[in-house]
């Protein structure tokens, strides 16, 4: 049991932290950015491109991956999202385009690098850490510490800088923002900025804990934004609480029936959640319902 609460915090965390990263974009931009799950994948990618098909050090492999992937969702948002937006196409066509280059990106990694799967773990595999009966390994240790930590930065970030007030006056308000000389574009990116490194640093955490594939970066972009869904629109402490009901239901539904579950159980909660309380544990309406 104590295994069960030891992985249903990891999990939480990591939901969080990735649901977070998400959020900062989607509060600017209000559109669905499914390439943001590309972020992850590179970022595990590109570490294992520099530190194993290079063999420089992790140290020097993990800020330039973060780095490349801050760059490649500019570019993105740059020549792909922008051109878009100034032909005015609805919101689920860029839902549409977003995913389109998502499965584009993907296809690309799977090209260089194979869909077999690889890994960047080059230290000794170790029995994890006792505690009460169970283990916890380092990698575990570290994505937990450095997943909160920077958690703590981003919002420390947005509530204690110019640039984060600026980002959280054009996700609240954007035509009172350019009325007040906040340019919606700068804080676009200054949010992808935000959202997409720190989105690197958690497919990098993920890949040194698990092994990678092309498609890895799917299935916890959805399990986070599940989480952002059912915590609702509001505060991280809500985000916190979608992203630990979420990991208890499913480590629980794995535990007791069969870890086949995990993925319908997700689901399963978010159509109870859309139906019975859709605005989420924050109960906060959005302002313009947008896909």
Request: proline share 3%; net charge positive; hydrophobic share 55%.
């Amino acid at each position: 049991m104590i295994l069960l609460i030891i992985n249903i915090i990891y999990y939480s965390i990591i939901y969080a932290f990735i649901g977070f990263s998400f959020f900062c974009i989607y509060n600017t931009s209000k559109y669905l950015h499914f390439t943001h799950a590309i972020s992850l994948t590179f970022g595990a990618y590109i570490t294992y491109f520099i530190s194993i098909q290079l063999n420089l050090p992790l140290v020097v492999a993990i800020p330039i991956s973060v780095l490349l992937g801050i760059g490649l969702m500019l570019l993105v948002n740059q020549y792909i999202y922008k051109p878009l937006q100034i032909r005015n196409i609805k919101n689920w066509q860029m839902l549409i385009a977003s995913l389109g280059v998502y499965i584009v990106l993907q296809n690309i990694i799977s090209i260089l690098w194979g869909d077999s799967t690889l890994s960047f773990r080059t230290w000794p595999v170790k029995q994890g850490h006792p505690f009460y009966g169970a283990y916890i390994t380092d990698v575990q240790i570290i994505t937990i510490l450095v997943s909160i930590g920077l958690l703590v930065i981003i919002w420390g970030f947005l509530e204690k800088t110019n640039i984060g007030q600026k980002i959280k006056a054009v996700s609240s308000n954007p035509e009172l923002s350019n009325l007040l000389g906040i340019s919606k574009d700068k804080a676009v990116v200054w949010s992808f900025i935000l959202g997409s490194g720190f989105a690197a640093c958690a497919g990098i955490l993920i890949g040194a804990d698990t092994d990678m594939t092309p498609t890895m970066g799917f299935n916890w972009f959805l399990y986070a934004v599940v989480a952002m869904i059912i915590g609702g629109m509001g505060k991280m402490h809500y985000l916190f609480l979608g992203a630990i009901l979420l990991a208890s239901a499913q480590l629980l539904s794995a535990y007791y029936i069969d870890s086949k579950w995990m993925n319908s159980t997700a689901f399963i909660i978010l159509i109870l959640f859309l139906y019975f309380k859709p605005y989420g544990f924050s109960g906060i309406r959005i302002k313009k319902v947008e896909i």
